[in-house]
C-alpha cells in the first residue's frame, strides 16, 4: 500500500506523521515513513539547496531539483519497499510539484507532466490531503520560527497552491480523503487512521 500526504505550508503534515508512526508501531503494523524532498542520503542534500533562503533558482532549475530527489527516492526507497509489499507512507509526492512548481510557481502543467513521467514513478493507491487556510497555515509555521527559501514566498503564491490542491481533491475522490486540518490535531489524526486502516482492509 502507497499512501501520499500532501498540503501546503505549517497544515500539521509532521505532527500527524508523528502520530500516526506511535500508533502503527504500536499495532505492530509494518509501515515505512518517508519524506519528499530529502528521503535519501543524496536527497538530503538536494533539500539542503532548494531550502536555502540565500539561494536563488529559476523556477526550472527548481523543478530538476525537485525530480532528481524524486528519482533518487523513488530508485532507492519506495520501489524496493514496493517490492517488498511493504506499507509505505510519503510527506509530499508528485502533487507537490503540480501544486508548488505548477500553480505556485507558474511552470506549464503539461510540461511538468511530461518530465514527471520521464521518472516512471508508481502511482499511491491513497493521498490525504490536509487542508487549511493559507493565513492559518503560515501563522502556525511563523510561531515555529525560522522560515525557509518557500516560506518566504507571498500569500498569493500560496493561495494559488491551495486552489490548486483543492480542485485536485474535488475532480478526484476515489483517489483523495480530504482532512479539514483546522480540526484539533487527535480529530485530524482519528480521520486520519481510520482512513488509512480501511483502505489496508479493502486490500
Ligand atoms: N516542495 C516542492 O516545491 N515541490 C515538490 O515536489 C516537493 C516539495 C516534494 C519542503 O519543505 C518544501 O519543498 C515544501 C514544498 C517544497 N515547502 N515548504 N516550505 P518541508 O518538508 O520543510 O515543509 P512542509 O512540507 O511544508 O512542512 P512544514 O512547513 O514543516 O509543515 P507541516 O509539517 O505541515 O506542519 P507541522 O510542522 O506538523 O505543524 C506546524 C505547526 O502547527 C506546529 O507548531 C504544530 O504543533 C502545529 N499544529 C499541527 N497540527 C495542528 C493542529 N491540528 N492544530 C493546531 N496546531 C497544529
Known amino acids: 500500500m502507497f499512501i501520499t500526504l500532501e498540503g501546503s505550508e505549517g497544515v ?5 506523521i508523528d ?3 506511535d500508533y502503527f508501531s504500536d499495532k505492530k503494523i509494518d509501515f515505512l515513513f518517508t519524506r519528499e524532498p530529502g528521503g535519501t542520503k543524496e ?3 538536494i533539500r539542503k539547496i532548494l531550502l536555502d533562503k540565500s539561494i536563488e533558482l529559476n523556477s526550472y532549475s527548481e523543478t530538476f531539483l525537485i525530480l532528481a530527489d524524486r528519482y533518487e527516492h523513488i530508485n532507492k526507497i519506495i520501489n524496493p519497499a514496493l517490492k517488498k509489499n511493504q506499507n509505505i507512507l510519503s510527506d509530499r509526492y508528485i502533487d507537490s510539484t503540480l501544486a508548488y512548481q505548477g500553480a505556485g ?11 514527471m513521467n520521464l521518472l516512471n514513478y508508481p502511482k499511491p ?7 487549511l487556510s493559507v493565513e492559518e497555515g503560515l501563522n502556525r509555521v511563523k510561531k515555529r520560527g525560522k522560515s525557509d527559501r518557500f516560506e518566504k514566498e507571498d500569500l498569493i503564491f500560496f493561495e494559488k497552491i491551495r486552489k490548486f490542491y ?9 483517489k483523495y480523503f480530504l482532512i479539514d486540518a483546522s480540526k484539533p490535531i487527535d480529530e485530524v489524526f482519528d480521520l486520519a487512521k481510520n482512513c488509512i486502516l480501511s483502505k489496508l482492509n479493502e486490500k
Open 125 to 131: 493507491d491513497l493521498t490525504i490531503y490536509l487542508d
Open 166 to 174: 483543492l480542485k485536485l481533491v474535488t475532480a478526484n475522490p476515489e
Open 19 to 21: 502520530l500516526l508512526k
Open 43 to 45: 536527497g538530503q542534500a
Open 105 to 115: 510557481r507558474g511552470i506549464d502543467q503539461k510540461e511538468l507532466e511530461f518530465l
Open 12 to 16: 500539521g503534515k509532521s505532527t500527524l
